[in-house]
């Protein structure tokens, strides 16, 4: 069983820039492609960034290309994303998510049900 613990959310100015952190457990963190989706109320999840089991390969929603980063550290278990330029349309609460098994080394997942695991969630509140 993977446990996702995100944080580093918090309220920031637009322009500004957060740095989540994703710490998992439970699991094999190495086998695991690892993503980050964001959802506001009353909408559905969306993708927002992907990285492989590898770290070579990453995906990015066009809405946040060239201000977004995903990397990862295997050694720490953790992945991360970088949030810079932040807008007030990416309030939002943003999710950590892991497909445990991927087979693939350079694979980055897009679909929500490509993932099994799930964080809960930390909110990301960008003022105008």
């Known amino acids: 069983q993977v446990q996702l613990v995100e944080s580093g959310g918090g309220l920031v100015q637009a322009g500004g820039s957060l740095r989540l952190s994703c710490a998992a457990s439970g699991g094999t963190f190495s086998s695991a492609a690892m993503g980050w989706f964001r959802q506001v109320p009353g909408k559905e999840r969306e993708f927002v960034a992907a990285?492989?089991?590898?770290?070579?390969?990453?995906g990015y929603a066009d809405s946040v290309k060239g201000r977004f980063a995903i990397s990862r550290d295997n050694a720490e278990n953790t992945v991360y994303l970088q949030m810079n330029s932040l807008k007030p349309e990416d309030t939002a609460v943003y999710y950590c998510?892991?497909?445990?098994?991927?087979?693939?080394?350079?694979?980055?997942?897009?679909?929500?049900?490509?993932?099994?695991?799930w964080g809960q969630g930390t909110q990301v509140t960008v003022s105008s």
């Open positions: 998510a892991a497909v445990s098994r991927a087979y693939l080394r350079y694979t980055v997942y897009y679909e929500r049900d490509d993932y099994d695991y």
């Open positions: 990285i492989s089991r590898s770290g070579g390969s990453t």
